[in-house]
């Protein structure tokens, strides 16, 4: 018999970090100590805790890791909250993967990359980040600019300081809203250090982050004469079941749990603004 | 084609019944529903609509997926109880028969819908031609033939016969089992003489030629942002009955719900006129009523077309012209926005 794509698997969450007051990364094995499944960077897993409810979030892993996955979640609704009070060697349910993903064996294939992130918006984009830095032949220099609010806010992965910033042809720009007494790097909002890092608009930049944040970063690329076909971010909507049938993550004639999240700019302007 | 009298229905119901379930339209609470039949059952087959359309019976309002227990940080997962049961449904109308279709279309096209799958597979449909339909269907308009309403069997009601006509290999095999029933009816003529006639009623109502032309997924933007949209709701209660009488309407929800012993998750039928349809932690993409009444004609005119090769994902059965408390409904945007040069 077919399997029903609504019901999930068992997972074991076997590692919690803080990584910031309110965002903590979770690592996941099946029930028989491996991956639960293969993904491509971008695509999404539903999580739940059965009597909590089951929201999506983006897997922050890289498919290159072969023994786990991992998720970020910031604290924001019923089942981030549970997820959040929670311990090491709790079952959890998952099932997946969604979404189309980045286009990293097309579109993205030999292109210099440039990541910009806001806040949680790091988590979708550290997967693919990983994987190019782990597939490095295939494509070229990778430009990182990332900020949040404060030096606490800060999603703080292990290889940010540790791996991207030593990597060859890799540039990592952190960057605060506002000055704290902590903090000796640069400050700004993310839209304006954007123009001053000195992108080369040849390139293909990828935005994650807050809607505020995509659209003045948008107005800011395009001002250095990025194409809006260079340009891909992703989207997030309410969902329920991640397969095109619960009709609620539209946008126009497009589902976001299964054409999406991941989309081009220049295809987001030809869909209705509601979203 | 065979024929059996009215008055030996009940003899065939109760044999079909004995190895499937049978839904009919039931009179029960003031108003006639399919239903699962029994032998106190009140049959109307007469009734020209049923309240609700027929699609319960592949998508039911409520739909067990699977069951949970909850022991410490361990959770367990209950094989589904799957839907085996073999079942007719009987008396369906054209334009429910061809929802059906339509909803396969969003149901079982990618990531099959295993539980709508089955009870597909497993189900027999006997329509019924509609000997008069009223002035709010516009089948017509979405190329129905209300005469020829198509399923396993089509019947027809002429002159105190059933009149009745396999067309698939399931229907075929539905009447070599209930052939005892029925006399040979060689002169089609009753048949078709009622065809002519309800062909010619359908000819005449007034929303049979609604043009549709405008409707086409390369407007889909010019549509959207139509300013007709806000006069057009401005009444709309968002109270979600267009939806839930609707053939092709699909939305549904995921919910939990705690028992004694577990968890059993379910989903059921949720509509995109409510309001926290698609609220979240992070705000609401369709805030006003304007918007989702919006997107549920833009579902059924524009998007669905979209992405199935041209099909509308309304099939004219007019429930929602005849329910909507604020005389809302599909056809009136069809008028207003399809004048627009
Ligand atoms: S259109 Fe009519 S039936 Fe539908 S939600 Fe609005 S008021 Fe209710
Ligand atoms: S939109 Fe209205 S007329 Fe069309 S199928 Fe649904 S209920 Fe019937
Ligand atoms: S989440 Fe159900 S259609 Fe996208």
Redesign the interface.
Known sequence: MRKEPLIPGIGVVTDIRRDTPDVKTFRVVGLDGKKPFEHIPGQCAFLSMPGIGEALFSITSSPTNTEYMEFSIKKCGCVTEWLHQIEVGQQITIRGPYGNGFPVETDFKGKDLVFIAGGIGLAPLRSIINYVRDKRENYGKVTIIYGSRSDDDLVDYEEIKNEWVNEPDFSVYLTIDRETPTWDGHVGFVPNYVKEVGLDNTATAVLCGPPIMIKFTLANLQELGFKTNQIFTTLELKMKCAIGKCGRCNVGDKYVCKDGPVFRCDQLNELPNEY | MMKISLKNLPELYSFIAKKNDLYLPIFKAGQVDFAKWDKDAIVDLNKLKTTKSAKDVFFPQSQD??R?E?DG?????DE?I?PTNKQVIFGVKACDNRSFELLDM??VE??????Y?MRRANTTIVTLACAKPDEACFCKAYGIDAADPKGDVSTWIVDGYLHWMPNTDKGIELTTEVKDFFELDMDNSAVENQQSEIRAIIDRLPYSNIDLSKFT?DK??EL??SPKWKALSEACLGCGTCTFVCPTC?????K?F?TKT??Q?F?CW?S?MFAD??????G???PSQM?RYR?RF??KL??FP??HDGVYSCVGCGRCVQKCPQMLNIVKVIKTLGEDK
């Open positions: 997926l699977v949970f909850v940080k361990k959770i367990s997962i589904p799957m969003a149901f990618d990531y099959p819908d295993t539980f799958e997924p889909l933007l959207f942002n699909q939305c549904y929800d995921v939990d705690k577990g968890v998750r989903k949720d995109c349809f698609t609220k979240c932690a992070h609401n993409t369709r918007q997107q833009m579902h524009v998007y979209s992405n």
